[in-house]
């Protein structure tokens, strides 16, 4: 048996048991959002009132982390509440092997979200709850893969595209398949206007909205008057400091606030839970014209790496008749298909999450667990092969190339800067032993192994982003 039928088996009965919930699920998911990308984040330079309005009316989780440090693997995670490693998609789709003579070769990854697994479109459908999806699927190369099979009702600009060829029209042309409606439409404002359409056409039943924005993801480009403005804000050595980057988040924190009033226009705001959070961090190395387009700091490094800069991401939730705090509690991109489920009132798929609906309704704490990692490949952002595992304060990083084990205190040492492994090897083998013991538990995971055409004076060549065969030189 299945794992779809075993739920459709389960499900129907529940119905019978328990009345959903009333409330309307809304879920932005932002591409390559870095945790420090907001002003309520801490960012001196990006203006983000709406969203910072949003922050202030919900939870703000300071330790929200994206299952994955690169965009596909952690999108089906979040569908499906199970880690990159259970659901084998473990890189950006198709996921190739960007170095031919680096130390290892990392596995090719599944090339689409299986049908067999239970996205949250899917869950839902049991309490009557109608999906869209808007923006950015990214899992699957054809249709049979993409929202409308995996329990989506609707689905506008959904597809194998992981990047638009330009945030206008009609330079993005069927990259994003969704035709513009005038020239010099910018994507973002379009998505935006297609999910508040989805709002108003579905205010009278419960309804799921997924809105994964193509926006920050290169390629970067905003209006030229917004970038002006940015332009006379740049200060000399400030980590941020990219007036056109700045100009997109500014355009985006507009269509979030364009959104947030939409619901309140439809009379459903009080009844609808609204999520934004990103599916790795900030593209803080030199893909983007040779140069990093923001910074995570404090935080270390950026999208492609498996330290916080990488994995740690803005994690806002709003929730009706919640008061607004800030929590430091960590949690994870795979625990929203079991906190939708519990607050809908249908039973959660197996996964890998845990609810929150607990800790966000009634601040009653999380037990403790572990969070884990597993990211065995080289991204285009020069991350190597690695895994980590977080329980409490602690996070242990393994390096795959030579197996060594890095360990930190987040409480102190946000910036993963201090690494204790010499100084408490009792717990380096503890978190360590850990994570072998959760690799096995995955049966789809795969390890890179030892590359034959290993090159140590090559082995950084071969970045896509690259003008030439000296890495990161023009």
């Given at each position: ?43 001196k ?20 982390y ?13 569908m499906?509440g ?11 789709l ?11 070769i ?31 699927w ?19 600009g ?10 206008f ?34 205010r ?8 994964p ?7 970067i ?47 459903v ?37 498996v ?69 065995p ?24 190339e ?11 040492d ?17 978190f ?43």
């Amino acid at each position: 048996m299945t794992r779809r039928t075993f739920f459709q088996l389960a499900g129907a009965p529940l119905l019978a048991q328990t009345k959903p919930a009333p409330f309307n699920f809304v879920f932005i998911l932002i591409d390559d959002m870095g945790w420090a990308d907001l002003a309520c984040q801490g960012s001196k330079f990006y203006e983000t009132p709406h969203i910072d309005r949003l922050a202030a009316s919900g939870v703000r989780f300071t330790n929200g982390y994206a299952a994955c440090p690169v965009c596909s693997p952690s999108r089906a995670a979040v569908m499906t509440g199970r880690y990159p490693a259970r659901t084998g998609i473990t890189n950006y789709l198709p996921g190739a092997h960007p170095l031919p003579h680096s130390k290892m070769i990392g596995p090719m990854c599944q090339p689409h979200l299986d049908l067999s697994e239970v996205t949250i479109a899917e869950a839902l459908q049991p309490a009557g709850y109608i999906s869209g999806h808007v923006g950015k699927w990214h899992l699957g190369p054809s249709k049979e893969y993409w929202p409308e099979a995996q329990g989506f009702a609707t689905n506008v600009g959904g597809s194998n595209s992981g990047m638009p060829k330009s945030f206008f029209w009609p330079q993005w042309g069927n990259n994003p398949p969704i035709a513009g409606r005038k020239d010099g439409e910018y994507l973002t404002d379009r998505l935006t206007d297609e999910a508040i359409g989805f709002i108003r056409t579905h205010r009278d039943q419960p309804f799921f909205l997924y809105l994964p924005h193509y926006t920050v993801h290169v390629p970067i480009e905003a209006s030229e008057a917004t970038a002006r403005r940015f332009r006379a804000k740049i200060r000399p050595g400030e980590p941020q400091n990219d007036p056109v980057y700045a100009a997109m988040i500014s355009s985006l924190d507009d269509n979030v606030g364009r959104l947030l009033n939409a619901l309140e226009e439809t009379n459903v705001a009080d009844r609808t839970v609204v999520v934004f959070t990103s599916d790795n961090g900030g593209l803080s190395a030199p893909e983007w014209k040779l140069k990093p387009v923001t910074s995570n700091a404090p935080l270390r490094e950026g999208k492609g790496h498996v330290y916080e800069g990488g994995i740690r991401v803005p994690f806002l939730v709003k929730w009706p008749g919640v008061k607004p705090r800030v929590d430091d509690t960590p949690v994870c991109g795979i625990d929203f298909l079991p906190t939708f489920c519990q607050a809908a009132g249908v039973k959660a798929p197996p996964n890998d999450g845990v609810s929150l609906l607990d800790l966000i309704t009634k601040r009653k704490a999380l037990a403790q667990r572990d969070l884990y990692w597993h990211y065995p490949h080289y991204s285009n952002q020069q991350g190597k092969p690695g895994g980590a595992i977080r329980q409490g304060d602690f996070k242990l990083v393994e390096m795959y190339e030579d197996g060594a084990l890095e360990l930190y205190n987040l409480k102190t040492d946000i910036s993963e800067r201090t690494n204790l492994a010499s100084k408490m090897p009792g717990k380096t083998r503890e978190f360590h032993a850990r994570l072998v013991a959760w690799r096995k538990t995955m049966p789809k995971l795969q390890m890179p192994h030892q590359n034959p055409n290993y090159d140590p004076q090559k082995a950084g060549f071969g970045y896509w982003w690259q003008t030439s065969d000296r890495p990161g030189k023009p």
